[in-house]
């Protein structure tokens, strides 16, 4: 999975970049996760049980390590096959299913146990802490950001929609949106995943407008370039303000930006520029303007930590992992906290 969606931060960090090039460490771990034959086991048990609540990257990669670590692993999924957004959430061109179920499989292959259409909610953690050893609560970003355009189109046809929500009607051929024309807000791989998809599945236009500068842009910088490539305008310094109909035509009246001072992120603010207002003409709108945790899984008084379990008394402890933890919003990040926090469990409980 790494060798085919991290977005390769060691190699843009790569000295080698000043002579012939960065080394490509996505294409060798691609290469030895289609064609590594190594037996992987797990350890010998421990006697002790480890619930993990998610099934997305960090939730199966804590439950690989823990397994290895010789616990009785048992995944909770809310959906019906494991992956997360991994499989929801990334097109197929990118990360082919194959590919993803490959790697499940041998996280299975170590005796870790899948409870799937299994929601669990702040009574649930409960529950698991008095049943297994510890928890750990992988849950993601459950909360998607929306923006508020002014209008309520009140048709019901999904012509303001989520990112995510598409990519995953997309994936289940559940949505048409031959001959349209599209306008995707954002500009993470969620925004260029979905115009991608978009454009594949035959839009007449796609165009992505995002609020600051392509330097500022957290999509990966190859996927940006390849949707440029294929024919997918993106307008940068561009916000939106409201969407209006007129009969059958919908127009996304959007503003031009600068950039100010920095924010509580370390990226300059954009600014809005006055009198700078424009329509684009559209039949539908991706947002997909970033996620959140869902905190209402953990208890209110909560302290969430790497360093110190949430635990309440007479029960297990809870470890969060992943997005829950860092928000950091990437499968590699993801992946590399599940292992993390699998080894504090370990450490902590051993």
């Given at each position: 999975v790494c060798g085919r969606v991290c977005p390769g931060f060691c190699m843009m960090q790569c000295n080698r970049s000043e002579l012939e090039g960065p080394v490509n460490v996505r294409a060798l771990e691609r290469y030895a996760g289609d064609h590594g034959e190594a037996e992987i086991l797990a350890g010998e048990r421990q006697n002790r049980?480890?619930?993990?609540?998610?099934?997305?990257p960090a939730g199966l990669s804590g439950a690989y390590?823990?397994?290895?670590?010789?616990?009785?692993?048992?995944?909770?999924?809310?959906?019906?096959e494991l992956g997360g957004l991994m499989r929801t959430g990334i097109p197929e061109y990118r990360l082919p299913r194959e590919a993803l179920d490959r790697d499940i499989a041998r996280?299975?292959?170590?005796?870790?146990?899948?409870?799937?259409?299994s929601r669990i909610d702040h009574e649930g953690l409960h529950r698991l802490a008095r049943e297994f050893d510890a928890v750990l609560a992988a849950s993601g970003l459950q909360r998607l950001t929306s923006i508020d355009l002014g209008v309520d189109l009140g048709s019901g046809e999904?012509?303001?929609?989520?990112?995510i929500e598409f990519l995953d009607r997309a994936r289940t051929h559940s949505?048409?949106?031959?001959?349209?024309?599209?306008?995707?807000?954002?500009?993470?791989?969620?925004?260029?995943?979905?115009?991608?998809?978009?454009?594949?599945?035959?839009?007449?236009?796609?165009?992505?407008?995002?609020?600051?500068?392509?330097?500022e842009m957290p999509?990966?910088?190859?996927?940006?370039?390849?949707?440029i490539d294929e024919g997918i305008s993106v307008d940068f310094l561009v916000s939106p303000i409201r969407i209006s109909r007129d009969e059958s035509l919908r127009r996304l009246a959007c503003q031009r930006m600068e950039l100010g001072e920095p924010d509580d992120s370390g990226r300059r603010r954009p600014v809005p520029l006055a009198g700078s207002e424009f329509d684009i003409p559209c039949d539908r709108v991706i947002l997909a303007v970033g996620q959140a945790a869902d905190l209402s899984l953990l208890p209110p008084e909560a302290e969430?930590?790497?360093?110190?379990?949430?635990?309440?008394?007479?029960?297990?402890?809870?470890?969060p992992?992943?997005?829950?933890?860092?928000?950091?919003?990437?499968?590699?990040a993801a992946i590399g906290c599940g292992r993390d926090m699998a080894l504090v469990l370990h450490c902590l409980l051993y």
């Open positions: 049980k480890v619930a993990v609540i998610g099934a997305g390590h823990l397994a290895r670590l010789g616990y009785e692993v048992t995944i909770y999924e809310s959906g019906d996280i299975l292959d170590l005796g870790v146990k899948p409870v799937l259409g999904g012509r303001v929609m989520q990112g949505i048409c949106v031959e001959g349209e024309r599209i306008v995707v807000v954002g500009g993470g791989n969620t925004a260029v995943d979905a115009a991608r998809s978009a454009f594949r599945m035959g839009a007449s236009d796609v165009r992505i407008i995002y609020r600051r500068t392509r330097e999509a990966i910088s190859e996927e940006v370039d390849d949707a969430i930590s790497k360093e110190h379990p949430i635990q309440s008394e007479g029960e297990a402890p809870v470890y992992a992943g997005d829950l933890l860092t928000n950091e919003g990437t499968v590699t």
